[in-house]
Structure formats: C-alpha cells, structure tokens
C-alpha cells in the first residue's frame, strides 16, 4: 500500500522518577533510535516533537527543544499537544510530511518529567475551564477510571479480583523489560493489600505518573530499500480521530456527557481502533499483540473489548483464561504496559510502537510474542484525544 | 443552611427543590450542562437560539466511586481530610449523565448502580468563605435501593 511509511528505529530513555530535565531523556532515547536506525542525525529532515505542558517553554515547542539539544542542522520542525495522544498526532505529522514528498526521514520524539501525586490543572480561579470545574468539586482522573470499572462490575459482573488480574499479568510481562520502571512481581494479596484510591479502584490498579522519553526514526518505503531495511515494520495505519456527538461516556475533564436527544449516543472509544482497522485493511482477528492504555487495570478490559479482541463484556473472562498473557491467544501490554511504566504523557504512544516494533522484529528477548506479525496501539487522553496505530511486517 | 451562601459555580438554583440551570436548544432540542448559548453542538443544527432549561432533579445512578486521597487543588478539603462519594446520574428526559458529589455522610456502601437520585444543595468547604459555599450534590432518593 503506497500510504505506508518504515519504522526503522526506536529508542527509550527507561521510565522511573529520576527528576532530571525532560530533554535529557528525549535526548537519549533519540540517540537510541538514531543509532538502531543507522541513520546519521544530520540526515534527519523532519523533526516531530510531542509537547508536554509541564516543563514550562520548552515544553510547548518539544520540536525545537530537541533539534536544538541535538545539534541544530536546519531541518523542519513540528510540535504536536493531543494529551496522551501527543505521541500519535507527531507520528501522523512526520507521516504527512514523508508520504507527501517534503521529507525521506524523521525523527518522532517525545518525553517528561513529571511531578509527584495527581495531575492537576493549571493555577487560577477560571471556571471557564471544564478541568478547572471538576478538580474543584474533588474530581480527579482516577475518579472516571473508577467510573468505568464501576460500570463493568454492574454491566458484565467483574469484580476486583478480575481488575488485579490485569496488574498480576502486566507485572509478569513487564519484570523483564529493562525500560520499565517497576519491575516486581505482583500477587492478587499484594493488589488488594494496598489502599483505595477510588472505590473500587487501590492504588496497585491505577498507574502512576513518570519521567520518560522515547523515540522513532520512520522514513519512505523507498529510503528504507535505499538503507538496506526493506524489512523493517510499516506503519500500516494512523488513527486520531476525534468523539462523535452526542458522546455517550464521560470523558475526562467533563462534567456532563452530551446530551443525545437529537443525536444517536456513540463510544468514543471503540471508534479510535475502528478507524484504524479501516485504514489498513484488516480486522482484529489479524492482531497478534496488542499495547493499550491501562491508566486502570479496569481500563485495560475497556479496551481489549474496544479492539474487538473478544466480544463486549468477555474481556475479564479472557483475561482470566491467559488469553491476554505472553503465549495466550491475543497478549496485551508484553511491555508491562501503564502498569509497570507509569505515564509518561508525550512519549508514552511512542512507547507503545517501540515495544510493537520489537516485537515485530522478534528482538522482544523474554517478552517475544511468536511470529507476531501486526500489532495494534490504543491510548485515550483528555479533551477528546485518542488514538490507535498498527504495525505490521 | 443560611440563605447568604454563595455558590461554588453559578450552574443550580437553590430552595425547597433545587435544580442544575442548563440550557436546551430551540431548533434540535439537544441539552447542556453546563449551559450552553453560542452554538449548538449538534453537527448537524446550526441553531444559536436556546432557552434556559432546569435539568430533572432525579436520576437513575450510572456508576460511582469515591475520593479516598485528597484531590488537588482547587478542591479545597477540610482538615483533618473526610473522603466522600462521588456520583454520575443519568437524567432519563435529557438523556445525559452528570456528576457530582454525593451528600455528606453517605459512603459507596450505601450506593448502587440502577438506584434512584435526588439533587440536592449542601455546602464544601472554601478558601475565602469560613462558611463554605454551596453546590449540587447527589443524594439516593428515601427507600431507593
């Protein structure tokens, strides 16, 4: 397929609380990618940074930060902010910019360094501000991942021994992947030993934020050849797309969902993979690992039923039966996942396609999931951000 | 409660039955909460007249939780800190869900999805008002189970 862009390296600063500047780890999860890809950085022609909002000017403008800390060498730049979904919306910059002939190679960056405890908003009595209003009434974003598991448990019987599964399994895949930030085991005792943050919700379910920065260097079908990578994994789709009205689930900073009087209700969620399955052609059934956003272990069930990788309502099931695990029928989060990285808002959907890519390549050591041949992202953020790519080889 | 209270948000009115102040489009007649009076977001209705509308002041309860650490700021907690429930109810005639806390005194113990809600108006705790000031909380409607 011609709108098909490589994927010829990735880099990862590993995820932790180390408290340095967040160029620093973009910094070197660039030079990681650089030197996977073999490409020299004043070949680079593109540079597509994910902002953070949290590391003042240099945040905002994430692009430059990192060309300048890489040695300026005049080539384009671009900074993108979707919330979580920083990470795709840079990658789907340098997409554009490759598949329309301005650009052979480019580098996708993002990182953080983030501050301890909750997210919070900006300073300042503003109203105005749907993420203002809800932090002022004690609203804060374990309470709509609360919400949602709630919700579960009353829709399809979960219950919070099915959400530790989740943390158990994704610990166990992550104690090996040195680019994780917690790397221990974890048993059902341990998840219900820890205190409830949001009922039913303890803090082992709900995943912390870190510091991190991660990187890809992709490139055009052509250049890859040109480079001896013809192999490499293609990003196959890119989707971003935004909710449908009237939306139906509260959605983080929200107070009220739409109202769907005159409008069918729609999930905003299940309509991110949907997009991208249309895309590249193929259906879940073509999945062989999957890397989504458990900001809950709850959430991770959420999601594996919005990827269509079991029917609405099994997913705790599965989970259950090993389906999801390194060598069950469809694995999800062999990175460990949100679980055993924290978030590290803009590098983290970059994260996500590293950990795809090395599976694709069958360089994931211990986590390898077999002959995997396409993988699938999933992540969420607020103000109607989202997105889900897909990788194959 | 005294009358001089202040409202958190200026989005409810208060007295015996008290209710969330949204707005209804004229043309689709899609709700909003908070008010909405610029342009309706329906894609499809380009309408800009709406008409103020007082939201149901019952619900069926879509899901809850609770706040067992203290939220950031802006919240503003009592000290020592007392964890509360928070609520998402669907209003069946707007058919849209809206949050809130729930009233002071009942814990996740005592909620459960499905159950019927009532809107009611209890004071938080404020920084410049030793008070508090007012707002919208959920309460589960006498004998609702």
Redesign the interface.
């Known amino acids: 397929m011609s709108g098909e862009v490589a994927i010829i390296g990735v880099g990862m600063h590993p995820w932790g609380k180390w408290g340095h500047n967040f160029v620093t780890y973009g910094v070197a999860a660039a030079q990681e990618a650089l030197r996977d890809a073999g490409v020299e950085w004043k070949n680079v022609q593109f540079v597509s940074g994910a902002a953070t909002m949290r590391c003042g000017y240099p945040g905002y403008v994430a692009g430059a930060t990192f060309a300048q800390a890489l040695g300026w060498q005049g080539a384009e730049v671009n900074t993108s902010y979707a919330a979580c979904a920083s990470g795709s919306q840079a990658l789907a910059a340098a997409r554009t910019k490759i598949l329309s002939g301005q650009a052979d190679v480019a580098l996708v960056i993002g990182a953080d360094t983030t501050p301890k405890?909750?997210l919070?908003?900006a300073?300042g009595?503003r109203?105005d501000d749907p993420d203002?209003?809800?932090?002022?009434?004690?609203?804060?974003n374990?309470?709509y991942f609360?919400?949602?598991?709630?919700?579960r448990?009353?829709l399809y019987g979960d219950t919070q021994e099915d959400f530790a599964n989740v943390k158990v399994k994704n610990a166990a895949h992550g104690l090996e992947n040195p680019r994780a930030r917690y790397r221990k085991a974890f048993s059902h005792a341990d998840v219900a030993a820890s205190?409830?943050?949001?009922?039913?919700?303890r803090l082992m379910d709900i995943c912390a934020t870190s510091d991190g920065g991660a990187a890809l260097i992709v490139c055009s079908l052509d250049y890859a050849k040109k480079i001896g990578k013809a192999n490499a994994p293609h990003i196959a789709a890119i989707s971003t797309v935004t909710p449908r009205?009237?939306s139906a689930i509260?959605e983080m900073p929200d107070?009220?969902?739409?109202?769907?009087?005159?409008?069918e209700?729609h999930a905003f969620r299940a309509s991110l993979p949907a997009k991208a399955y249309e895309e590249a052609g193929i259906g879940p059934e073509d999945v062989s690992v999957a890397e989504v956003y458990d900001l809950s272990t709850a959430l991770e069930l959420d999601w594996i039923e919005d990827l269509r990788l079991c029917p609405r309502g099994d997913a705790a099931a599965i989970t259950r039966a090993g389906d999801t695990k390194i060598g069950g029928r469809i694995p999800v989060n062999t990175s460990g996942g949100l679980a055993c990285f924290g978030e590290a808002v803009p590098a983290q959907a970059i994260a996500q396609i590293c950990e795809l890519t090395w599976q694709l390549r069958g360089e994931a050591g211990p986590r390898q999931v077999e002959g995997a041949k396409v993988g699938i992202t999933a992540n969420q953020g607020l103000f109607g951000h989202g997105s889900s790519v897909i990788i194959k080889r | 409660m005294s009358k001089d209270l202040k409202p958190v948000l200026d989005w409810f009115s208060t007295g015996p039955e008290p209710h969330l102040i949204g707005s209804k489009c004229s043309a689709c007649g899609t709700f909003y909460f908070p008010k909405l009076e610029t342009l309706c977001r329906n894609p499809v209705c380009d309408s800009t007249q709406f008409e103020t509308a007082p939201l149901s002041r019952f619900g069926t309860l879509w899901s809850y939780t609770d706040a067992g650490y203290q939220p950031p700021e802006p919240y503003v907690a009592t000290d020592p800190y007392k964890p509360f429930a928070i609520a998402a109810v669907e209003l069946d005639k707007e058919k849209m869900v809206v949050l809130g806390q729930v009233i002071e005194g009942v814990g996740v113990d005592a909620l459960k999805v499905g159950m019927k809600m009532e809107l009611v108006i209890e004071t938080v705790p404020d920084k410049t008002e030793p008070e508090g000031k007012i707002v919208w909380k959920w309460k589960p409607v006498e004998g609702a189970q």
Not at chain 1, 132 to 140: D, H, K, M
């Open positions: 405890g909750f919070a908003p300073k009595e109203p203002w209003v809800r932090f002022r009434l004690g609203i804060t374990p309470t609360a919400l949602y598991a709630r919700r448990m009353a205190p409830m943050v949001a009922n039913p919700l009205f009237a509260l107070i009220a969902t739409d109202s769907a009087i005159a409008a209700a």
